[in-house]
């Protein structure tokens, strides 16, 4: 059974920095590409960042580049998003993400999120 675990989500100051950390089980961790996404209330569930299985590619949302940087550690099953430079804009709700095998077939898999707000 796929298993997503969120952490690290908080208050911060604007220009401040949150690490999010996401702890996998029940499937092969370090095979599987893995994603960040964060949605805002009545908003859609976008992408901010991804990252290959073994952690040599990575591809961000534009308004992310430069701030955020995703990776992982396939040792430890972990998938982490580091946000420097935080914005109010920042604000949402952020999820860690893998399209991995079910017994119905392969989808995509959630975790339950962390909240992060941005605020002075």
């Known amino acids: 059974q796929v298993q997503l675990v969120e952490s690290g989500g908080g208050l911060v100051q604007p220009g401040g920095s949150l690490r999010l950390s996401c702890a996998a089980s029940?499937?092969?961790?370090?095979?599987?590409?893995m994603m960040w996404y964060r949605q805002v209330p009545g908003g859609e569930r976008d992408m901010v960042a991804s990252i290959t299985y073994n952690g040599g590619g990575t591809n961000y949302a534009d308004s992310v580049k430069g701030r955020f940087t995703i990776s992982r550690d396939n040792t430890m099953n972990t998938l982490y998003l580091q946000m420097n430079s935080l914005k109010p804009e920042d604000t949402a709700v952020y999820y860690c993400?893998?399209?991995?095998?079910?017994?119905?077939?392969?989808?995509?898999?959630w975790g339950q999120g962390t909240q992060v707000t941005v605020s002075s």
């Open positions: 029940g499937f092969n961790f370090r095979s599987f590409p």
């Open positions: 993400s893998v399209h991995a095998p079910s017994d119905g077939g392969p989808r995509r898999f």
